[in-house]
Nanobody, 116 residues
Framework: LRCSCRRWGGLVQAGGSLRLSCAASGSIFTFNYMGWYRQVPGKQRELVARISSGVATNYADSVKGRFTISTDNAKNTVYLQMNSLKPDDTAVYSC??????????WGKGTQVTVSS
């Protein structure tokens, strides 16, 4: 999985927006789920958003209404649009994909820093 940050550096002010993208090497329909996780030093990695079959989605309570996960099937890419960012959203964000037999694939983490 190849992950990139739409905006260079991943640094944004509170209230701002950022979009993360993650491209799969093959069809995203190969996977049961694709999603984004984030981790802060000293804390467990947490699920931010996940999408299944390009349709069904679920979000962490802390990001509902602010973040949107979506896919571009033609580009085999999953996106995480993050709006109304808060300093608490500061973390390393990683793309994840889960195969039908439960194998997890991880993209390279991207640092997102939200300044107050």
């Amino acid at each position: 999985l190849r992950c990139s940050c739409r905006r260079w550096g991943g640094l944004v002010q509170a209230g701002g927006s950022l979009r993360l993208s993650c491209a799969a090497s093959g069809s995203i329909f190969t996977f049961n789920y694709m999603g984004w996780y984030r981790q802060v030093p000293g804390k467990q990695r947490e699920l931010v958003a996940r999408i299944s079959s390009g349709v069904a989605t679920n979000y962490a309570d802390s990001v509902k209404g602010r973040f949107t996960i979506s896919t571009d099937n033609a580009k085999n890419t999953v996106y995480l649009q993050m709006n109304s960012l808060k300093p608490d959203d500061t973390a390393v964000y990683s793309c994840n994909a889960v195969s039908p037999i439960g194998i997890n694939y991880w993209g390279k983490g991207t640092q997102v820093t939200v300044s107050s």
